[in-house]
């Protein structure tokens, strides 16, 4: 039995300003996705995903995984997630790449995180019908902060292309951070949110002042991260959710959220991901006053995550402290 778990993820600064050639900043969460992969011995002719023939409605990714490494025969998968799925926290990627690294394991193929990255991403491409950048999957195999930048320069991890896309992704170190997250559990789609700022963006000039000022607001974020200025991440947070308001892809209940963190002490806070639902971060310096304003305007789970935590690594198949590593957001502990 082979066993990998990997990182959920939230994008700090710079989401859609990044599909236009902007910086982007993504970060490690400490709520993990854990996969083991085990030949079938009991005769049984198909692969199972937790008990369940596999179908490629419910199991795009496992499927997708399975032709970019394959077993060699039918296996049994069995995945145990804290990520929570459809919020923008990169719930997909997490177990795109956690399966996708209990196969590397299974077949002899781990070799280092460049090669898991790029597995993943091929997975994720072919799950989402060829369309998403490799943000999530770099996150989710590497860890900590990941830069994504129009070009190389010192930290970089590995440079990924898809047709006339490229990104550069980079390590980024972080000093301890904790956010809380707000999920409002409305369901944006990506690709309908890209496909609005791009039409935005076609019609108007100040759409692409909006997002070079999405760009300015995360350059501000990098070097208050840098100095470990909260106040200055907070801020370039705030700046960078207006400018997302201002593209249309923010929605009122994210707004409001913002609003109630940021009333309650919190040094900034934005929508995280591709909006049009899903989640909001805030930063603060104490987080159980913005929980709690969270919780008075109807968020019914906000969470308080760890930021930066460590990439996909393999596990123990089985023995203590499973459950402990794939991380405890503490605000449901
Ligand atoms: O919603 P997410 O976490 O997959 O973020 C998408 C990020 C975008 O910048 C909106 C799109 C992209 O491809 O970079």
Redo the contacts with the bound molecule.
């Keep these: 039995m082979n066993a990998a778990s990997a990182p959920g993820?939230v994008?700090l600064l710079?989401?859609?300003?990044?599909?236009y050639g902007e910086s982007?900043i993504a970060v490690a969460l400490d709520l993990r996705t854990r996969v083991t992969v085990a030949p079938r011995t009991d005769g049984g002719g198909g692969t199972l995903v937790n008990g369940q023939p596999l179908n490629v409605a419910y199991h795009v990714h496992v499927v997708h995984a399975l032709d970019v490494v394959p077993p060699g025969g039918p296996v049994l998968v069995e995945t145990e997630s804290r990520v929570p799925s459809a919020a923008?926290l990169?719930s997909s990627a997490a177990l795109t790449t956690a399966t996708v690294g209990a196969l590397l394991a299974m077949t002899a193929g781990w070799k280092d995180e460049e090669t898991l990255a790029r597995a993943a991403y091929e997975v994720e491409w072919r799950a989402q019908g060829g369309r998403?950048?490799p943000?999530?999957t770099s996150v989710a195999a590497h860890g900590r902060g990941v830069l994504v930048d129009a070009s190389p320069h010192e930290r970089h991890l590995w440079t990924v292309e898809r047709g006339t896309r490229r990104w550069h992704l980079h390590d980024l170190e972080l000093p301890p951070l904790r956010i809380v997250v707000g999920n409002t559990l409305d369901r944006?789609r990506?690709a309908d949110?890209?496909a609005r700022v791009a039409k935005f963006v076609a019609r108007t000039g100040f759409a692409r002042e909006v997002i070079a000022d999405i760009g300015r607001a995360t350059r501000a974020g990098l070097a208050a991260l840098r100095a470990s200025d909260m106040l200055a991440l907070g801020s370039a947070m705030d700046r960078a959710h207006n400018s997302l308001t201002t593209l249309g892809v923010s929605t009122p209940r994210l707004d409001l959220y913002c609003e109630a963190a940021r009333r309650a002490g919190a040094f900034g806070a934005k929508l995280?991901?591709?909006?049009g639902g899903?989640s909001m971060i805030a930063l603060a310096a104490d987080a159980a006053p913005v929980v709690a304003a969270l919780r008075k305007v109807g968020c019914r789970e906000p969470l308080i995550v760890a930021l930066g935590g460590p990439g996909a690594r393999r596990e123990p198949a089985e023995g203590p402290g499973r459950t402990e590593s794939l991380g405890q957001p503490e605000a449901s502990r």
Excluded: F, N
């Excluded at 995280?272 to 909006?275: L, Y």
């Design positions: 993820k994008i710079g989401e859609h300003a990044v599909v982007a923008g990169g998403g950048s943000t999530d944006g990506t949110q890209v995280t991901g591709s909006g899903g």
